[in-house]
DNA sequence: TTGAAAGCGCTACCAA
DNA sequence: TTGGTAGCGCTTTCAA
């Protein structure tokens, strides 16, 4: 009874229990369900918690229960729309579950995703999502010894960890493919930074160029790094360097509007001139000049099943799912010639 | 000495202090500085710690000490760059001063919000910051009478709450007029949803016609939605409505992507035919083809500023700062006439 | 400088 | 059905 007074701001059980006359055991049940209340208890504690306002303090449950009911997700920038679209769908199920999502920037740097995890873990995060980034399968693992792990962007099966990729690979395939169904037998390829899904767009290029006889010209092949300015500085390079070609494929889309406007400034139509054809399908593609035929990758459904995941695997079941497909959508920024 | 062998996955400060043959007090001590420590308990308890690999429980520091060190941020949406670019700030200065982010989603919702800022209250964050929204100045200040708030969107002035607004208005009134100095008569506006910075960029540019003495032709004013959608349907509108017009302003940027569009459907080019002015100065507005001319929002820094007076609301000081200043950006989407 | 112990707000066990 | 109480992991008096 010493704590049914206590100082601090909020209301706490012991207080709605001393007003309502009955034990802080009995407001518990009540609150969880736990077990029967008689109806003449319950409807005073009612009324005491409407009066008093009170809400538990979940700070306090989550010590007790072991489960803060909170997710850790880490992304890499909190600006992309690539990884919000993702986010959004992680935010969708793991909210309709009753968690909230702490999150954290890792800016593509280890030794910082590996310290802002640290943080989430600190805060008992009971289970947390990774996007991508530079950490190695190992160190992965290795956290995921102290909580659930499910990471986008790497293969991964382990007994508390689980990661997945798009198939990346394929998709550039039909990209290119769909370039050279249109007749283009020069096409660019603006590369992304060192990672395994640009890595995996650059062999899509190059397998289905030689899969149909066309030589890879090295030429051809520019650096980019997945924003905007690597496409303007990529398309300037390769008009610079004098090669013909029809067709650029832009390793991201964000590349690909940057190099449509390289182009532009150039007074290079787009498709007229040049084709050109992105990969991720942001939501801008759609209302780019020309509008983007690009990849699309579904990431509202990957943020989706990663939420589900999330649950299963924190749930202690096992982990197991289809992998969402890529798909080319076909806008207005390839030509056919 | 009951709780050394505590059965719950992580190591806690018992074990530390057994192994170290200390005192739990000692131990908590060492972790915060609060006292001194000899050095050769010091020296144990370091390497017990780190031999246990030991990280303090976040959860018990919190309901220990009354303070979450978590923030929590009310969004109205997680996709939206304008949001985001905002969060981005806000997470730079709070994570500097070891605080973290708990971000939810309101999606212009009154009842939506409020039921997540009670689950973020609930969670006992030790701040809030409301991005714009729909809940009345009442209703944060009443939330404000159990947690500090710091709002985005509208003018708030109480002892426990803060809300400024950039100066929309002032801002379109710039526009408009380098819309008119550029030669421009007939400017057409995109409107946008019924909500206080819309109303102000439309008074702007309502005034600043009426300044140069050119009537405000009603037909030109046609509604719009914030979104990309809504800028190609008013500018069907616009055009099918057989009025003349050699410029649109759009309440923001997004409108101008779709009013931008719209256009090229029709074979109209921007600038030569038709100029655009935008308002946002999103990300993306650099690199759409022509390059927006636009006015900037320092959204960064506004999360920055928010983060700072969040900060000075938790420590009790009292919150006043100037409000960063829009300005005009120029680009190409507008030409003289 | 150190340790014992109280208590943050809650849940759940054990008795009644 | 109810109440008393231990204890989640931590910090911080109070004494020594």
Not at 160 to 182: R, S
Request: charged share 25%; aromatic share 6%.
């Amino acid at each position: 009874m010493k704590k049914a007074d206590s100082n601090s701001g909020s209301t706490t059980v012991y207080e709605v229990a001393r007003v309502a006359g009955v034990s802080v055991a009995t407001v518990s049940r009540y609150l969880n369900g736990t077990a029967r209340v008689s109806d003449d208890k319950r409807k005073v504690i009612e009324s005491v918690i409407d009066k008093l306002n009170y809400k538990p303090n979940m700070l306090a449950q989550s010590l007790k229960m072991g489960s803060s009911r909170t997710i850790g997700v880490l992304t890499q920038s909190l600006v992309s729309d690539y990884f919000n679209e993702a986010m959004s769908g992680i935010d969708q199920t793991m909210k309709a579950a009753g968690y909230a999502p702490l999150i954290v920037s890792g800016h593509w740097h280890a030794s910082d995703e590996a310290e802002r995890i640290e943080l989430l873990i600190a805060r008992r995060v009971d289970g947390l999502v990774i996007l991508t980034g530079k950490l190695t399968d190992e160190q992965i693992l290795s956290f995921s010894e102290r909580v659930p792990i499910i990471a986008f962007g790497r293969e991964l099966s382990a007994k508390n960890a689980f990661g997945f990729c798009l198939d990346n690979y394929k998709a550039a395939c039909e990209a290119v493919e769909y370039l050279v169904m249109q007749g283009h037998r020069a096409i660019a390829f603006i590369a992304g930074p060192d990672q395994a899904d640009a890595r995996a767009r650059l062999a899509g290029y190059r397998d289905t160029l030689e899969r149909h006889g066309i030589d890879v010209n090295p030429s051809l092949i520019v650096p980019g790094d997945f924003q905007e300015l690597g496409g303007v500085l990529a398309v300037n390079q390769l008009l610079e360097s004098g090669q013909r070609f029809s067709a650029i494929f832009a390793a991201n889309d964000l590349t690909a509007y940057g190099a449509r406007l390289a182009l532009y400034r150039r007074n290079i139509r787009v498709p007229e001139d040049i084709s050109i054809i992105g990969f991720d399908d942001l939501h801008s593609s759609m209302y780019t000049t020309p509008p983007l035929t690009t990849v699309r990758q579904p990431l509202l459904e990957v943020g989706q099943r990663i939420g589900e995941a999330m649950l299963k695997l924190i749930g202690g079941q096992k982990v197991r799912f289809e992998v969402p497909p890529l798909s080319l959508v076909v806008r207005e920024s390839v030509r056919r010639i």
